[in-house]
């Protein structure tokens, strides 16, 4: 009996134990089917939200130059050519020449040639027999001052160009030909019986080359430049005055005079550009020059081949003409950069912009409600208005964007306040009724400090092509380090962020 009894507990126990591990099967399985349902909803949760970039709002500055168009102005002249021939040159593009220099000739090259040979083979006929003479020439100290002379030039430029300065070869070859030249004068003028014939047939050969070489020089002294535009004798000092914003249309091709091509009476040789001063005329936004004044120096930016450069010029006049300033630089350094130009596109690096420094896709334009600043009651950390309808005057909540002089910027909704509706202007007796009806356009960005996209006003005091400078001193604006979203193309105002 006793033996039964415990066998029968024996078997309670061994069911009991199947009850609580089948339990714990289904709880663990209903656990884990919580928790997957959990991870599927944040996964989707997840993937679903809004994928939004965010920027740190910080201080920075742009520069806002405007682009302007120029008309370069010079003292210059172009020289033609008083025959048809082949042009030989005796001084390199943009080289510095005293006046009546001889700049070029003009020959008919065949006949010349020829002429110069015969004349070359004379003189040095009459060189050998004038070293060989035993009669005393009567021009012989000259002859050896020449000599010394010739000397001293090679003497003073070797020790320069020992050191690495060939800056005076041109020189050196000037004065060294012009000497040479005289003494070769002195010998072929020389009266001698022996030198009778031989100088008569010189003179020949030298009346053959008058007829076909002619010898160009430049009336004032200053730099030669071989490049063009036929404009020279149009925009001169004395006329730029009458310029046109007509003129700024036009096209200004810039030719260079070829040195082995034969040219024809009446072509262009060279420019000799007489003054190291130059002008740049412009029209000018008044906007962008409105305290500009007659002396102020200005910094030109601009561009040639390539290299930047800057121009340090000062204004010569300024004066209203065409609906804007027609402003006249004037300089006197770096002529040589510019002397092939006469358009030149420059940019006054004088605006610079400094605030807090948003990127433009950031920026957003929505609509307010524009209320005096009289209706606005602010109290107990709420912003409200009194509203006026048919059942009477209540206190209706709103929420401000931000204030300037005098008034106030609503949002607009459908439990505050809207166009057409009836608020109190002022307190007490002195409360008028104020009909609201004036909407405002401004820009902002949409702030991200919390889970939700705000909006903010901001004031732009600059913009250029990617970023836009905000006023960093307005009450109602952005602070620094707030973060803003980079894009407001991707959210819209109140959306969840995270």
Known sequence: MGHHSKKEHHEEIK????????????????TFFILAVYLAGYLISFATRPSVRVESVEMGSIMLPATIEGLIIREESVVTSTRSGTPRYFYTDNEK????????????????????????????????IQKNRTDISVFSSDINN??????TVFDDHTYKFLSGDISGVYDMKERAVSYMDARTNIWVAESSQSLSE?????????????????YITNALSGIVSYRTDGFESEFTPENMASITKENFKMSYDVSYIRHSSDVKE?????????SNTWYIAAFIDENESVDWKKGDTKELYTTVNEEEKIIIAEIYSIS????????????DKDITDFISERELTFKINEDKYEGFKIPNEAIVEKSFIKLPIECVIESVGETSVIKKDNEGDKLVNISVTGYDEGFAYVNQSTDGIKLG???????????????VSELVVYKGVYVANSSMAQFKMIDIIGQNAEYTIVDSESGYGLRIYDKIVADAATVSESQALY
């Open 97 to 128: 020449v005293a006046k009546n220099k001889v700049i070029c000739s003009v020959e008919d090259s065949a006949k010349v040639e020829k002429i110069e040979a015969e004349i070359d083979t004379i003189d040095r006929s009459i060189i050998d």
């Open 146 to 151: 020449i000599e010394k002379q010739i000397d």
């Open 198 to 214: 031989l100088q008569s047939q010189r003179l020949n050969y030298e009346a053959q080359l008058g007829e076909n070489k002619s």
């Open 421 to 435: 509706d009836t608020i109190l202007k002022g307190t007490g007796m002195e409360a008028q009724s104020y009909t």
């Open 320 to 331: 209203p003409k065409e609906g804007e300033n027609f402003v006249i630089f004037v300089t």
């Open 266 to 274: 009446g072509d262009p040789l060279f420019k000799i550009v007489s």
């Open 15 to 30: 069911h009991t134990k199947k009850r609580t591990k089948g339990g714990y099967k289904i709880f663990t399985v209903v």
